[in-house]
């Protein structure tokens, strides 16, 4: 019922722009406590990028502070990713992820339990 859908991944050039986009299905956004967005490169553990929390406030991890953003459409059920700036480093399988808590109910943080499939970002340059 609760389904994540990630799309806008690709190849892009050192120093380019993607967005990526998930589709939200069977999950209020206003209800429950946030959503996130994680990566992992080849080889390597996943790592958290960025999430937004029932409040709308952001947050990033350093290594892509000031150059990606995190954002909700307008009838919240779209999240998205804008990301400008890519390095080579940003290759990874980019996942979208929700809290499943509901809201008066919520951790400190974002804490993912709903994972959409990933979407590939390949930096080269």
């Known amino acids: 019922q609760e389904l994540l859908q990630e799309s806008g991944g690709g190849s892009v050039q050192a120093g380019g722009s993607l967005k990526l986009s998930c589709a939200v299905f069977?999950?209020?956004?206003?209800?429950?406590?946030?959503m996130a967005w994680y990566r992992q490169a080849p080889g390597k553990e996943r790592e958290f990028v960025s999430s937004i929390n029932r409040f709308r406030t952001p947050t990033y991890t350093d290594s892509v502070q000031g150059r990606f953003t995190i954002s909700l459409g307008n009838r919240d059920n779209t999240l998205y990713l804008e990301m400008k700036n890519l390095n080579i480093e940003d290759t990874a399988v980019y996942f979208c992820?929700?809290?499943?808590?509901?809201?008066?109910?919520?951790?400190?943080?974002?804490?993912?339990?709903?994972w959409g499939q990933g979407t590939q970002v390949s930096v080269w340059g």
């Open positions: 069977g999950y209020t956004f206003s209800n429950r406590c946030g």
């Open positions: 992820a929700a809290d499943g808590n509901y809201r008066g109910y919520c951790d400190r943080n974002v804490t993912p339990t709903i």
